[in-house]
């Protein structure tokens, strides 16, 4: 972790490249004394409020869900948040990852930060110190319906506060779980409403968004990088990313992504050699327009997303000396949808990955059957387009919106849910598959430019020695399986500027 701090502004957003930066090596985390101040005077106007009032405040002296209608006595109201941690945090499925809590721990303290959520400023800095100390809450796949906040991840998030749960172990490079066993300096008593505050919130779904929108530029700037390799490996024609081609089509991201295969490929001695075909199939000619798309779609995406982050989304929301309104900001329909579109988005570039393997495989433009030098003795990579195909198939399935369906619970009182939580983790499946279709692509193109001798660009050629270090060309059989995880990680680990990414 690094040893500078950023500190948590109520009035400063988070964007992307920050949460990229935090993703690719942790920081720690502080308060601005402007987000303490926020925080103390949102406290204290509460409980003046509190004491003042003779009225049901939800939540507050409340039930929750269907039971708001039960008034709770004033001398239970800290065990009352205290049970709505314990009581919600009812996740199953797998674990997600120490990074997605990372993430979910720096939001939900952004949150609070702005002085609406009536928490003490003792309970934000615990919520820090998890993630200043490498004390990870483990936070499940599946408890919450992406409405009244993302439930049962965030009370496992907060469970630690009360001194229970689970947390990955550091000492075992957070590859494995132990109990949660606190100092009791440690544990938050938890004040009227901070229990609610904790869980009412989209910050699982926001995590998993910015997690996945990250991965997802990796995804763009790869599949435009390989695909380059495809094309020289194919010897496909300049002519579909000219620039004059694209200036007369009013689309942004196909102008972004015509202009990335042109760099890509400008030194290219086979990119600019003369063809004697006229035409090359759609998943060569028409990249612009599908990676475009898209690319596109991260745009949009992204604008969601950090708007999100930066947004209060737990209920009720005070606004001192005015009113305590309940409301429904942690209801997940803007970034549910926009989660199910991105989905659509990094499954599309995977679609047509796997097309330009078929391409490759099929003995056409002088490349032997399945890039082997002696096909029949060796089936070469006849198999991993079966791979590629399999996942693409899993995809469409997987592309079904989430945010379509909805069901109702809490005795009918939260009718109409946004299941934003499931867009956000079949998501993170969709990412997963996508990055072995490339995985797959990089394999055969690399394969294809080494068996027909073909040449490409300087910066290509240097893209492939370094691969070419990990996997090095097939001669002959050889088990596959080890490559194809060899080139996901390399992908994975390999290291790419912002500046790239976030065109």
């Known amino acids: 972790m690094k040893t500078t701090p950023i500190s948590i502004h109520p009035n400063r957003d988070i964007d992307l490249g920050l949460v990229a930066d935090f993703l690719n090596q942790p920081f720690p985390l502080e308060l601005s004394e402007e987000a303490k101040e926020e925080i103390s005077k949102s406290v204290d106007w509460m409980m003046d409020f509190i004491e003042k009032s003779d009225r049901p405040i939800y939540g507050i002296n409340t039930g929750f869900g269907s039971l708001c209608e039960t008034s709770i006595d004033g001398k239970d109201l800290n065990q009352l948040q205290a049970n709505l941690v314990m009581s919600h945090a009812v996740g199953t499925g797998d674990r997600l990852s120490p990074e997605i809590s990372r993430l979910m721990l720096w939001f939900k303290a952004h949150s609070l930060s702005k002085g609406y959520s009536g928490v003490k400023v003792s309970t934000v800095q615990r919520l820090l110190e998890l993630n200043n100390q490498d004390l ?85 700037y790869f599949a435009d990088l390989i695909a380059a390799l495809s094309i020289d490996a194919f010897n496909a024609r300049p002519e579909p990313f000219d620039e004059r081609l694209h200036l007369v089509r009013k689309h942004n991201g196909q102008r972004k992504v015509a202009e990335r295969m042109r760099n890509l490929l400008m030194d290219s001695e086979t990119f600019q050699a003369h063809k004697e075909h006229v035409q090359d199939p759609y998943s060569f000619r028409c990249i612009p327009q599908v990676h475009g798309a898209s690319h596109a779609v991260l745009e949009y995406v992204r604008k969601v997303v950090e708007d999100e982050i930066n947004s209060v989304t737990d209920n ?23 989660l199910d579109y991105l989905a659509l988005a990094i499954s599309e570039w995977g679609s047509i990955s796997e097309r330009r393997v078929y391409q490759l495989i099929s003995a056409s433009r002088g490349l032997s059957a399945f890039l082997i030098s002696k096909p029949g003795l060796n089936s070469g990579f006849m198999i991993p387009q079966y791979t590629a195909a399999s996942i693409a198939s899993r995809n469409k399935a997987l592309c079904m919106p989430a945010s379509a369906d909805s069901i109702p619970s809490s005795n009918n009182q939260e009718d109409h849910v946004s299941m934003g939580a499931n867009s956000a983790t079949k998501l993170l499946k969709i990412v997963e598959n996508v990055e072995s279709i490339l995985a797959i692509e990089l394999m055969n193109a690399s394969q294809a430019l080494w068996l027909s001798g073909r040449k490409t660009s300087a910066f290509l050629e240097q893209f492939l020695k370094t691969y070419r270090e990990i996997v090095p060309p097939l001669e002959k059989d050889r088990v596959l399986f080890e490559d194809l995880r060899k080139t996901e990680h390399f992908l994975r680990s390999t290291h790419v500027d912002n500046e790239l990414l976030f065109i």
């Open 316 to 338: 009720p929301t005070l606004f001192r000396n005015e009113a305590i309104l309940s409301g429904g900001n942690f209801h997940g329909q803007p970034i549910a949808m926009a």
């Open 136 to 220: 990870l809450p483990v936070v499940y796949e599946f408890g919450s319906l992406g409405a009244s906040g993302d439930l049962a991840p965030l009370a496992h998030l907060s469970l630690p506060l009360i001194g229970k749960g689970e947390i990955w172990d550091v000492n075992l490079d957070f590859k494995e779980v132990k109990t949660f066993q606190p100092n009791k300096s440690f544990i938050e008593e938890l004040g009227p409403k901070e229990g609610l505050a904790l869980l009412n919130g989209t910050q699982f779904m926001s995590s998993i968004g910015a997690f996945a929108l990250i991965k997802a530029y990796r995804i763009s």
